[in-house]
DNA sequence: AATATCATCAACCGCATTAGA
DNA sequence: ATCTAATGCGGTTGATGATAT
């Protein structure tokens, strides 16, 4: 980690760090202040001198003994009473990015990295959503592999980062639009004062607020909204379904995001207890002893945030068989018995009832029952990780690193397996959260925050790392 | 050895959403 | 119902170290 390199060559970060920068009220605040409150931005930053840049060491121990004795309260507050000249929005960003304890360090496994590659084919960029997944990772730190890595390799294999599907298929399917697009253009003839027409509202400014108009630009760098650059429209459901090959096979109308389809995500079909105080980020956790589908994203023991609700669903959405097609084609001989499964690898779901029951008042519990095809996931249709879309000769040497833990586990199985994102990644983090604290943190973690972290471990069982060691004997056969 | 390029990642920016007055 | 502040999120930037030329 960069840091631990800072701290041990600049321990004075205000000298040895050009990019930090004190932002003067004599310099900046006045005109940005006054910029921001047109522009209708909170101006908190702009009303004390406010350091930026990277954290010293000092402010990360002025943070996280705050924290520590206080716990977590109103972010805005933070500054002021840690004594950080930092604003709020800072403050929350370096806890949960790298002074919370039960951070992951270290490399992300091959395990993680499917795990991500598969997320992302169902989220898109909802970096948080699928942080969500993985213990002990941020948003951002996954954000950062995704740009940094992942899309590379994902290239490298043939395969669109973006939509998921081979590199050929998403050239022929650009032809095929621009096909589409000149055909259109050909039997649209359009006389000049509707060109001009259609220009002038091409290029006029939308008489809308500066927000609205952010919106768009929003809208466009999310690569499953499809949305256009000049309208104001929310994504529509086409064209996300269409990364999966489907819009000509739903006939729905409902508005459909990624996370919609969030609802067949296996998860939900499995039980899920939440974690107290080993992780602090909402996470889900297998729980083979509870009898009830719940799903429930716990936050800090001191701030209880709503769980992790999915948006809303017309419900018609999920009466509509939907048809999902992996990009990658599958071994013939694979698991015929579940699903429908064409030669193309292509996977129908049946959708059965689907409630969403979100406690709207209390807002304090929610619960969504499913009951999709699970069956889909058992199949090695939904196998779009690395291993099995690799047609180069880098597959080899993938599947090696895939087999580092010494077992021959082919994602889509991985995925089928009860303790999946429960036990299995729960458990790296069992492994990693404390003994892979950051060096920094160490230095603190020894003396005031002691008893902060007592506190989370008192509310987990002793033995939980135990049982999930025998689960995963359990499930591969053989002793750990 | 010097320079250019690439890769990584912490942190910032700005917008959307939520909560509370 | 409206407004404001706080929070959360995703995109982007830029510093830094590693590697290539």
Not at 15 to 38: K, S, W, Y
């Amino acid at each position: 980690m960069i840091y631990g390199t800072h701290l041990a060559v600049a321990p004075n970060a205000d000298m040895d760090h050009p990019r930090e920068q004190h932002v003067t009220l004599e310099n900046h605040n006045c005109i940005a202040g006054f910029v921001a409150l047109l522009m209708g931005r909170h101006s908190c930053c702009y009303k004390q001198k406010l350091r930026k840049g990277l954290w010293s060491p000092e402010e990360d121990e002025k943070l996280l003994n705050y924290i520590t004795k206080h716990g977590l309260g109103c972010w805005s507050s933070v500054p002021k009473l840690a004594g950080l000249q930092r604003c709020g929005k800072s403050c929350r960003l370096r806890w949960i990015n790298y002074l919370r304890p039960d951070l992951k360090r270290g490399a992300f496994s091959q395990q993680e990295e499917n795990l991500i590659i598969e997320l992302h084919a169902v989220l898109g960029n909802r970096w948080s959503q699928i942080a969500a997944q993985l213990p002990g990772r941020t948003d951002n730190e996954i954000k950062n592999l995704w740009n940094s890595c992942i899309k590379k390799k994902l290239r490298q294999r043939g395969i669109d980062p973006n939509t998921h599907k081979s590199l050929s298929e998403v050239e022929n399917d650009k032809e095929k639009q621009q096909l589409t697009a000149d055909k259109s253009n050909e039997n649209v003839s359009i006389v000049p004062n509707e060109l001009n027409l259609i220009e002038a509202t091409i290029l006029k400014p939308p008489a809308v607020s500066s927000r609205s108009s952010n919106v768009i630009t929003t809208n466009n760098n999310k690569d499953w909204s499809g949305g256009s650059n000049l309208t104001n429209a929310p994504p529509k459901q086409e064209i996300f379904l269409d990364r999966f090959g489907t819009s000509h096979e739903s006939s729905t109308t409902a508005s459909c995001r990624p996370s919609d389809l969030m609802a067949y995500f296996p998860f939900q079909k499995l039980d899920y207890k939440p974690i107290i105080g080993l992780s602090m980020n909402p996470k889900l956790c297998y729980n083979p002893n509870s009898s009830s589908s719940e799903m429930i994203s716990h936050e800090f023991n001191s701030s209880m945030t709503p769980p992790t609700v999915l948006p809303s669903v017309s419900a018609s959405m999920f009466q509509t068989p939907i048809c999902v097609r992996p990009s990658v084609s599958l071994p013939s001989d694979h698991n015929p018995a579940v699903g429908s499964c064409d030669v193309n690898g292509v996977q129908n779901w049946e959708a059965g009832s689907f409630s969403n029951n979100v406690s709207g008042s209390n807002g304090s519990s929610s619960s969504i029952e499913l009951q999709s095809n699970a069956n889909f996931f058992e199949s090695s249709a939904f196998s779009w990780g690395l291993a099995d879309c690799g047609k180069s000769s880098d597959e080899a040497h993938l599947r090696s690193l895939e087999n580092e833990t010494g077992e021959d586990i082919k994602w889509c199985e991985y995925l089928s397996t009860p303790f999946f994102l429960g036990s299995t990644i729960q458990n790296q983090t069992s492994h990693h959260v404390y003994s892979e604290m950051k060096p920094e943190t160490h230095f603190i973690a020894q003396g005031s925050s002691t008893s902060w972290l007592q506190n989370q471990q008192a509310s987990q069982p002793a033995d939980i790392y135990t049982k999930d060691l025998q689960r995963l004997a359990v499930a591969f056969g053989q002793s750990i």
